[in-house]
């Protein structure tokens, strides 16, 4: 029987597009069917590079990355690949989140496997959309910050909980609705839907990060607030700046304690 974790770290390696998305899919619904096994206690090596790309889009600096501007359809499309972009990233950072950290309770590894599947949805939704308008994921450029930021809390499961989904994806909270305003204002009716379809699902994928980084802090019995704020310093997250989407953060689970320090 196939192993869970082994599995989800091939899905990390494989580099072609259709594949790795795909793969991520039938994994999941493997899952769900009981046809996967879990180790959640073997220690796994990767042989492969990852995580696994294809050729395109050329990775630059975030200061590298043209400017989208909403009033030209190119500058539409740079946007919408930037989204796409991140979605990519975004499911191999859950691959890399069941592969990597040993010694979880199963429901992490399930969580994670989930919110890959989704990732791959939101990718697939972005890039068809795209297709629409005459692109396809690969003709603009990217940035590698989210995975920079996986790579960097690779030795702790608890910076990796508080620094990926907590920052980083709670981040994408915060600009959704401002962005679906503009598709919508528009008339890119399809746009403003794929927009709340991403934001619906990343309210849960943030609210996992929580769930395992309060549970993490009781096990270490670290308060979380004060060990959050150490965590952000000592890998030196991102700032978070305003505005801040309030009501999908109290969905995703932040306290009104953490929210008044925002």
């Known amino acids: 029987m196939q192993e869970l974790r082994q599995a989800a770290l091939g899905c990390l390696a494989e580099c072609q597009l259709i594949?790795?998305?795909s793969a991520v899919t039938a994994l999941y619904q493997s899952w769900q069917s009981g046809a996967l096994a879990l180790d959640v206690e073997c220690e796994l090596m990767s042989t492969q590079p990852i995580p696994g790309r294809p050729e395109r889009p050329v990775l630059v600096?975030?200061?590298e990355v043209g400017k989208r501007s909403m009033r030209t359809e190119?500058?539409?499309a740079g946007l919408i690949h930037a989204l796409a972009h991140i979605e990519f990233n975004a499911i191999n950072l859950a691959l890399d989140a069941i592969w990597r950290f040993a010694g979880m309770p199963q429901q992490y590894y399930a969580d994670w496997l989930k919110v890959a599947a989704e990732e791959a949805y939101h990718f697939g939704l972005l890039n068809a959309?795209?297709?629409t308008l005459g692109y396809q994921y690969g003709d603009f450029t990217g940035h590698d910050s989210l995975w920079e930021m996986v790579a960097r809390t690779q030795d702790d499961v608890l910076a990796r909980m508080a620094l990926v989904p907590r920052t980083m994806e709670a981040r994408g909270l915060d600009a959704s609705p401002a962005l679906r305003n503009k598709f919508a204002q528009i008339g890119d009716v399809a746009m403003a839907g794929?927009?709340?379809i991403i934001l619906r699902d990343e309210i849960g994928h943030v609210?996992?990060?929580n769930v395992w980084f309060n549970w993490l802090c009781?096990?270490?019995e670290l308060e979380p607030i004060a060990t959050y704020a150490t965590?952000?310093?000592q890998y030196s997250a991102p700032t978070l700046r305003k505005p801040f989407n309030l009501e999908a953060r109290r969905k995703a689970g932040f306290t009104e304690a953490e929210l008044a320090l925002l």
């Open 19 to 21: 594949q790795k998305t």
């Open 61 to 63: 600096s975030p200061l």
């Open 74 to 76: 190119e500058g539409r």
């Open 129 to 131: 959309h795209l297709q």
């Open 194 to 196: 794929i927009l709340d």
């Open 207 to 209: 609210a996992i990060g």
């Open 218 to 220: 009781s096990k270490r």
């Open 231 to 233: 965590l952000a310093e």
